[in-house]
């Protein structure tokens, strides 16, 4: 099985300053990593995957997170955050073989202070 | 944006009574999921469906059933809601289930919120 850690459930960051949102994972085998946002009243949108390759991954809206194979986590950075950026955001995993399903953290929800 | 939409959009409900949310897609996805969200636990995958009349259980599947007849539709049935069932339900859809084949993602809809009192 499974599991993630995403151990700031609420980070305020100011406008313009950098942001880091930590996940970590536990899995037996090897898996793939995504990164959703949901917005206020709006359903999950992937922000982006790691699924295989450079281990820096480039999503949607500015946001990059980098795999670390040795330390198990899939941090998510942002350089410069907009006030449109607050959200939560949750990390999933899911084997890459086999028919399990995904395996959501238990969000963070990012607050942008004007 | 994938075609997913959830109906009804909220809802409340007496403790006791049934209560069915409908799923509808029109990408013609094979794999469909149903997932509650509350405050400290993320998402939890309650049913999940990867064809027409075959579906399988979830982490969360007690006091919950599921169906699907047609591959747009997937209903989740509360057959006697309870307050510990109030929370946000999503739907959400996969074209691939293996997830080896690299271009596994989920696509989820807007949520039906369902508060029962």
């Known amino acids: 099985a499974q599991s993630v850690t995403q151990l700031d459930s609420q980070v305020p960051v100011f406008e313009e300053a950098p942001v880091e949102l930590r996940c970590n994972y536990s899995?037996?085998?090897?898996?793939?990593l995504f990164w959703y946002v949901q917005y206020p009243n709006q359903g999950l949108q992937l922000l982006l995957k790691?699924?295989?390759?450079?281990?820096l991954v480039k999503g949607i809206n500015g946001f990059e997170a980098e795999f670390n194979k040795s330390q198990t986590s899939f941090h998510l950075r942002k350089p410069s955050v907009h006030i449109s950026d607050t959200a939560e955001y949750f990390c999933?995993?899911?084997?890459?073989?086999?028919?399990?399903?995904?395996?959501f953290g238990t969000g963070t929800r990012l607050t942008i202070i004007p | 944006d994938a075609g997913i939409t959830q109906s009804p959009r909220h809802k409340v409900t007496e403790t006791g009574t049934p209560v069915t949310l409908r799923c509808h897609q029109t990408e013609n996805h094979r794999y469909m999921y149903w997932y509650r969200q509350d405050p400290g636990h993320g998402l939890r995958l309650i049913h999940y469906?990867?064809?027409?009349?075959?579906?399988d259980k979830g982490e969360v599947s007690d006091g919950y059933s599921v169906s699907r007849s047609k591959t747009e539709d997937f209903l989740l049935t509360l057959e006697s809601a309870t307050s510990s069932q109030t929370s946000v339900y999503f739907c959400?859809?996969?074209?691939?289930?293996?997830?080896?084949?690299?271009?596994?993602?989920?696509?989820f809809g807007p949520g039906t919120r369902l508060t029962v009192t």
């Open positions: 999933a995993v899911i084997p890459i073989f086999g028919n399990e399903k995904l395996t």
């Open positions: 469906s990867y064809g027409v009349k075959d579906t």
């Open positions: 790691y699924l295989s390759g450079s281990t």
């Open positions: 959400a859809i996969s074209d691939s289930f293996l997830v080896a084949d690299g271009s596994y993602e989920q696509y």
């Open positions: 899995s037996s085998v090897s898996v793939y």
